[in-house]
Nanobody, 120 residues
Framework: VQLQASGGGLVQAGGSLRLSCAAS????????MGWYRQAPGNKRELVTT???????NYADSVKGRFTISRDNAKNTVYLQMNSLKPEDTAVYYC???????????????WGEGTLVTVSS
């Protein structure tokens, strides 16, 4: 099982980006999916999560600007980021709790990370 994220890049303040993260491999089910970020010199922090049923949770710093969604048929989670600010600059990591085939418990998986740079 692996997670592959894409969609990062350089954008001016006020702009938008959309990140995608697709899970692949021998997957039985996917539970919570989410996005975390880590800015230089900072700890990795939660940005947003979404349950398999579509319930969402957001960090206060991104509420009203970021939207998480998922396509369960494609095993993919998305992060639409609007009104970006320079302080949103970070490496963004997708995360998912996945039950692989023939495994009786959920396991925690991370994508490699995609860099988002917001210029002022």
């Amino acid at each position: 099982v692996q997670l592959q994220a894409s969609g990062g890049g350089l954008v001016q303040a006020g702009g938008s980006l959309r990140l995608s993260c697709a899970a692949s491999g021998s997957i039985f089910s996917i539970n919570d999916m989410g996005w975390y970020r880590q800015a230089p010199g900072n700890k990795r922090e939660l940005v947003t999560t979404i349950t398999s049923g579509g319930s969402t949770n957001y960090a206060d710093s991104v509420k009203g600007r970021f939207t998480i969604s998922r396509d369960n048929a494609k095993n993919t989670v998305y992060l639409q980021m609007n009104s970006l600010k320079p302080e949103d600059t970070a490496v963004y990591y997708c995360n998912a709790r996945i039950r692989p085939v023939r495994i009786s418990a959920d396991m925690n998986y991370w994508g490699e990370g995609t860099l988002v740079t917001v210029s002022s």
